[in-house]
Nanobody, 123 residues
Framework: QVQLVESGGGLVQAGGSLRLSCAAS????????MGWFRQAPGKEREFVAC????????YYADSVKGRFTISRDNAKNTVYLQMNSLKAEDTAVYYC????????????????WGQGTQVTVSS
């Protein structure tokens, strides 16, 4: 069983930055690829970014490429999402997720999910 706890969300003005963290309670964290997804009111869950087991490979949605950076620290069982140049359309609840044996943007392949953290960008 993997428990994920996100933090770092909040209210920020357009153009600002936030860093989200996701702490995992599992001894084998380095065996899981990790992803960030988001869901805005009235919209479907959307892939944001993912990172492989070692942190050597990353993949981003086109909408965030060049503005967001995903990283992980396996010694701390934590994955991060640095968000820069935030836009109003980035407003959503952000979820981290863990996938054993899968690395990609398909949310249905992620087995464990956090409770989410709200990010609100004011224009």
């Amino acid at each position: 069983q993997v428990q994920l706890v996100e933090s770092g969300g909040g209210l920020v003005q357009a153009g600002g930055s936030l860093r989200l963290s996701c702490a995992a309670s599992v001894r084998t964290f380095s065996r899981y690829a990790m992803g960030w997804f988001r869901q805005a009111p009235g919209k479907e869950r959307e892939f944001v970014a993912c990172i492989d087991w070692s942190g050597g490979s990353t993949y981003y949605a086109d909408s965030v490429k060049g503005r967001f950076t995903i990283s992980r620290d396996n010694a701390k069982n934590t994955v991060y999402l640095q968000m820069n140049s935030l836009k109003a359309e980035d407003t959503a609840v952000y979820y981290c997720a863990a996938a054993p044996g899968y690395y990609g943007n398909n949310w249905s392949q992620y087995e464990y999910w956090g409770q989410g953290t709200q990010v609100t960008v004011s224009s």
